[in-house]
Structure formats: structure tokens, C-alpha cells
């Protein structure tokens, strides 16, 4: 059996490793492996930066918003239950 | 933001901002967690009232074991999932616990070579270019964001926006997902893939 573990990471892997990259998941090995390839690809920084720029980005979406009728409805019964 | 011991005893003594300042902070997300269940997203918000009355129910009962944020998102998943039998849908749990039963992989193969290239076996075939900055703080930009996110499966849009827009951690959106940790990466992980994807398009 090969050791895969002991194999440079392709840029196809890395692409798939890179939320648990991020999420601090990776054992060890994969880490070392996923950073040793990060070191030296430009293309596979590029790719992770672009993940960084949609988390960010995620982070600046406004929630929507409850309809007034929905808020006013919501408000008259938190006044009957207290009432 | 009121501590949370704070925040029950107002809610408790009929504090109306304090009422609404919850419901401002939590409905969005709410709505987000029924769609995984029911199947419209009016239904959804039905299902987001419902519970509010729920909360007001079981407010004095509550005895603060887990947190408000996580009872509140209990009682969601339990009106919704009893909503989507009453409606005779089958819930879709595989695509919420098994989802690596079907793999998606986050780029198109043909985005990379061959496994068997004689010199850069799965390396970048089709490569990503960088994105020019001032594009990324444009309105517009954060519009594709939230458009691509809508457009996702359920429960991929569920996980995303608990964790990268409303910003929770990995731990409390397994415990209100009823998930476990693998799962919800993989789902964040396929949700993250596409919102960026659609970024890809628009900026590339």
C-alpha cells in the first residue's frame, strides 16, 4: 500500500481540504502537506484567498428583514402573554 | 446586547425592546433553518411566527439549561419538521446527514489535468485569476453574495448563513442542526465553494 500521506497534495486536493483547512480539522500530517503545497503554488493562494474574500463578503450579507405586519403581529402577542 | 441572564429577566418582566431585539437578532436565521423542512419559504416564515409564540409558551418554564439561542432553535426544527410531515413532504434528511453519500466536488474536473498527467497530475488546468479589490467592496459584489447564497440547497443555505453571516461557531450550529461536526463542514464546504464560484462569474 502507498503512503498517500507521505505525497505532495495536487492543487485538486487542496481545493477539497480547504474548509477543514480553515476550520483547523486537518490532522498533522494533512496540515503540513497542505501547507507545503500552499507554499509553492501562486494559483492554489490565489484559491484560498478567494475562499478568505467569500467568508468576508458572507459576513457583510444584511439578514432579512421581518415584514412590519410580521413584527406587529410578533409584538401583540408578546403584550397578550404578558398581559 | 443584554447578558443572557439579563435578557431572560427583561423578557420575563414584558420588556418589548427586549422582545424585539431578540426576534431582530434570531428570525432571519430561523426562517433559513425551516426552509431545510417545509417547503416554501412563506411556509418557512409561518413556521418562524409559530415558534416565537412557542418561546413565549415555554418562556416561563424555561430553565435556562441551554441557551436561549438554542432552545429558540429547537423549537423551530421540531415546529418545522412537524409542519413537513402534516404536509405529507418527506423530509430530506440524507442531504443534512449523509451529505457525502453524494459527492459534489467544489470545481468541475476539467477545472484541473489529468490524474495521469505525466508532470502535473490534478494541478490547476483552468486557473482562478485574482479578483481586483476594488470590485470586492462594491455593493453589487455583496449582492451576488447574498443571491448566490438564496439560490442554494437548503441545507447548504442553512449552515452558511449561521456560520459566515450571522457568524456563529461550528459548535452551536451542530447542536441547532441536530449535525455532526464532519457534516456540517462538508455542507459549509459545498456552500462556500459555489457562493464563490458565482463570485468567480461575476468577477472573472
Known amino acids: 500500500m502507498t503512503d498517500t500521506t507521505a505525497e505532495a497534495m495536487s492543487c485538486q486536493e487542496l481545493v477539497e481540504l480547504v474548509t477543514a483547512y480553515l476550520e483547523d480539522a486537518l490532522s498533522p500530517a494533512e496540515r503540513r502537506r497542505f501547507d507545503d503545497h500552499l507554499a509553492v503554488c501562486g494559483t492554489c493562494q490565489v484559491y484560498v484567498e478567494q475562499i478568505r474574500a467569500t467568508i468576508r463578503l458572507a459576513g457583510g450579507v444584511t439578514p432579512d428583514d421581518l415584514s412590519p405586519e410580521a413584527e406587529r403581529d410578533l409584538l401583540a402577542a408578546f403584550r397578550s402573554w404578558h398581559g | ?204
Open chain 2, 1 to 204: 446586547m443584554l447578558a443572557a441572564r439579563d435578557e431572560l429577566t427583561a423578557l420575563r418582566a414584558g420588556d418589548e425592546a427586549a422582545f424585539l431585539a431578540l426576534v431582530r437578532r434570531h428570525n432571519a436565521a430561523m426562517v433559513r433553518v425551516a426552509q431545510i423542512y417545509v417547503g416554501s419559504r412563506a411556509t418557512a416564515e409561518e413556521v418562524a411566527q409559530d415558534a416565537w409564540v412557542g418561546v413565549l409558551k415555554g418562556l416561563d418554564r424555561f430553565e435556562g439549561r441551554s441557551s436561549l439561542k438554542t432552545w429558540l432553535f429547537r423549537i423551530v426544527t421540531n415546529l418545522a419538521k412537524t409542519r413537513a410531515v402534516r404536509e405529507g413532504r418527506t423530509i430530506p434528511l440524507s442531504a443534512l446527514r449523509t451529505p457525502e453519500n453524494v459527492p459534489e466536488p467544489a470545481l468541475e474536473p476539467e477545472r484541473f489535468r489529468a490524474h495521469d498527467d505525466p508532470r502535473w497530475p490534478g494541478h490547476w488546468a483552468s486557473k482562478p485569476s485574482e479578483w481586483p479589490e476594488e470590485r470586492l467592496l462594491a455593493a453589487e459584489t455583496t449582492a451576488i453574495v447574498a443571491s448566490a447564497i438564496d439560490a442554494l440547497p437548503p441545507s447548504q443555505r442553512a449552515v452558511i448563513t449561521l456560520r459566515d453571516v450571522e457568524g456563529w461557531s461550528a459548535e452551536d450550529v451542530c447542536n441547532a442542526l441536530e449535525l455532526a461536526e464532519t457534516n456540517q463542514r462538508v455542507l459549509l464546504h459545498r456552500a462556500r465553494s459555489k457562493v464563490r464560484k458565482a463570485l468567480e462569474e461575476h468577477l472573472g
